[in-house]
Structure formats: structure tokens, C-alpha cells
């Protein structure tokens, strides 16, 4: 059985993750606050901004900008889209 978390993203209870998706606090903050979905739906738009962007993973600034559109997107904050992205309508 999955675990249940009070997912920040959609503020209710959905399935959680099965394991920290970073090390440290951080990791340990996502799995305890993201659901699977929210979670998923950020790995697809983090593919799209390093695609679209032409990120370098091996730049620092280039991380330092992920983590903090991550932030903004779990978060229910305004973030940057890839261009000409339309998000789906549930």
C-alpha cells in the first residue's frame, strides 16, 4: 500500500512518494510534503526548461536555477514554462 501525504502542490491527500528523490533535508522535505503526482509533473517540466533553456548540469548557476523553479513550482508560485508550453486542463 502506498504511503498518503498532504501533497503542498495540490493541498490534499494523495500518494506519496516511495523514497527521498535527494539526500539531506531537502530530499527528506519532498517526501514528506510532494505526492507522486506533483512530483512527476515536475521531472516533465524540469526535462522541458533544461531542454528548451540548453542547461549545463555542471553548471552551478544552471542548478542553483532549477532548484529554485522547483521550489516555485511545488509551491504553487508563478514559474517559468518552456516556451509555448500549454499545461494540460484536468
Not at 510532494?34 to 524540469?46: M, P, R
Request: net charge negative.
Amino acid at each position: 500500500m502506498s504511503r498518503i501525504v498532504n501533497c503542498k502542490k495540490y493541498g490534499k491527500e494523495l500518494s506519496g512518494l516511495a523514497a527521498p528523490p535527494y539526500p539531506g533535508q531537502k530530499g527528506q522535505e519532498i517526501y514528506e510534503t510532494v505526492s507522486q503526482k506533483a512530483w512527476q509533473e515536475w521531472l516533465a517540466l524540469q526535462t522541458m526548461l533544461i531542454n528548451e533553456k540548453q542547461l549545463n548540469m555542471m553548471d552551478q548557476s544552471d542548478r542553483k536555477y532549477l532548484q529554485d523553479e522547483m521550489e516555485k513550482f511545488l509551491n504553487n508560485e508563478k514559474h517559468d514554462v518552456a516556451e509555448g508550453y500549454v499545461p494540460p486542463v484536468d
